[in-house]
């Protein structure tokens, strides 16, 4: 980015007059030391949030055309006199570069905003090693977890959350109303303790979706050894025939959706167990296994990467056509009708059955996108819980209902069909089936009204086998109830 594109603020003006929800820190001057890019962008986000702002650079002449002309640039004593609270925008190596200004640093708040480049890197935290250097100082840690795209993007395009920790509850107070003058929402982590965590969160690589992930791969691994075993392995075995060519695009294509499939039903099933789980011991208060609560954690991962493999699906299949091998047996197929002079070789049956496999397709792959959209959180959050409950929960299991219909019109009859079974192994679709069918069955069972009425009680607080006792005007006595204390 040029200086003159660094040094023009990217968010316009924001007038506070009349805005209740400004609080009176915006008139405060804040400082920052440092001039990389966090330091830039902070000074452009403070600058257009109506703050004013000096910036301490150990070479500010050459530093002064890097930051909006708003922001006075000038050496770290300087500007470090002039303000209360101080962004420290440097590395942790360069913490002892400050230590000459430790006699002007006396009462004022440090906001520590670095991070490490390897979790628990140190002993200590970068915040608590700050505090260490600068004893008469009350440290911060803060907006660490904020990049530089969205310090000048706008808190709408990045995370809105700044998670605060320190020891200091006014100093907290203090960096939270400027978080929010910014447009953040500050989120108190608790005392210095925290800042260690704090300082690891960024380093982790999509923490909730590592075991989804690795769930997608180990099921594409299995059904496509088992697609490429039916389909590449068999035919080179009993026929001599080399069929390589369909591995990149035919044997994923075989692949993609049954993972689609099998992970749309694994969202589903561990509400399944968890139902099975209270009714089995009729209340709500016990906890699951841990298995199952890691399993509830991850599902709209597991969705999301469902969807995925889904898109994945319809692209491929869109693509068939085009191989040059389809084309090849196409000619091929030509030439064998017209030296045995069938002019006709319209199967109706076959005719419908592709019709309506290719239609339900498309609306489950609908019903996916639309459940992949809206757990997205702006979407989420513009629905209420009723809203976002009912396309979870109802269209999801819609949409599982109809990737079955997907997959049983693409099987049709094959199944009963002993030239499918090669080297004995049922087809594929076969074998996705069973999970999906499991949750589709359960489901029904828990819609009857004699079930269903028992699990709504058990998840509004009723309990079996909990006694209650009564006071009666004669004596007293012990009624066992299946209803809790607060229902009878």
């Not at 049954?258 to 208060?285: D, E, F, I, N």
């Not at 999906?436 to 359960?442: G, S, Y």
């Not at 009723?462 to 006792?469: F, I, P």
Request: charged share 20%.
């Amino acid at each position: 980015m040029s200086r003159g594109d660094m040094a023009k603020p990217l968010l316009g003006h924001r007038s506070m007059e009349g805005d209740p929800s400004i609080t009176p820190a915006a008139s405060r001057t804040i400082g920052v030391l440092g001039s990389g890019d966090f330091a830039r962008s902070l000074a452009i986000r403070l600058v257009c949030s109506g703050f004013k702002v000096v910036v301490g650079s150990r070479n500010p002449k050459r530093k002064a055309g890097l930051f909006p002309s708003a922001a006075e640039v000038t050496f770290q004593a300087e500007a470090v006199k002039k303000t209360d609270v101080i962004f420290v925008a440097v590395f942790r190596e360069h913490y002892s570069t400050l230590c000459d200004l430790a006699d002007v640093l006396v009462g004022k708040i440090l906001v520590d905003v670095s991070n490490n480049t390897k979790i628990n890197h140190h002993k200590e935290s970068n915040a608590e090693y700050l505090a260490s250097l600068f004893p008469a100082c009350t440290v911060v840690k803060g907006f660490n977890v904020v990049s530089a795209w969205t310090l000048q993007s706008g808190a709408r395009d990045g995370n809105k959350q700044v998670l605060i920790c320190s020891n200091n509850q006014e100093a907290k107070r203090t960096v939270a109303e400027i978080a929010q003058v910014m447009g953040f929402t500050p989120v108190d982590m608790g005392c210095m303790s925290s800042a260690r965590e704090i300082e690891n969160i960024p380093l982790h690589l999509l923490p909730a979706w590592k075991i989804p992930i690795f769930l997608a791969l180990g099921l594409f691994l299995c059904f496509f050894t088992y697609n490429l075993i039916r389909q590449v392995i068999h035919p080179y075995i009993r026929e001599q025939k080399n069929k390589l060519y369909k591995i990149p695009i035919e044997v994923v294509n075989t692949t993609l959706p049954c993972v689609a499939y099998v992970m749309l039903s694994l969202v589903y099933l561990p509400g399944v167990l968890a139902a099975c789980s209270q009714l089995y011991y009729g209340t709500k208060y016990r906890r699951f296994p841990d298995w199952l609560d890691q399993w509830l954690q991850h599902r709209k991962q597991i969705g999301l990467l469902s969807f995925f493999c889904a898109a994945l699906h319809a692209m491929y299949s869109l693509c068939l056509p085009m191989r040059r091998s389809h084309r090849y047996q196409l000619i091929e197929t030509a030439v064998k009708q017209a030296v045995e002079k069938k002019m006709n070789i319209w199967v109706e049956e076959e005719v419908w059955r592709m019709e309506i496999y290719i239609s339900v397709g498309i609306i489950a792959l609908g019903l996916l996108s639309l459940l992949a959209i809206t757990s997205l959180p702006s979407i989420a959050n513009s629905l209420n819980w009723r809203e976002f409950s009912f396309i979870q929960s109802t269209l999801g299991f819609i949409a599982l209902v109809i990737s079955t219909l997907h997959t049983l019109t693409y099987g049709w009859s094959r199944a009963f069909d002993e030239n499918q079974y090669k080297f004995y192994l049922p087809p594929t679709y076969t074998l996705t089936l069973l999970v999906p069918c499991t949750v589709i069955l359960a489901k029904v069972i828990f819609s009857l009204p004699c079930i269903q009425q028992r699990l709504l009680r058990i998840r509004r607080g009723w309990e079996k086998g909990r006694y209650v006792k009564f006071v009666l005007p004669s004596a007293t006595a012990e009624y066992s109830s299946g209803e809790t204390s607060s229902n009878v």
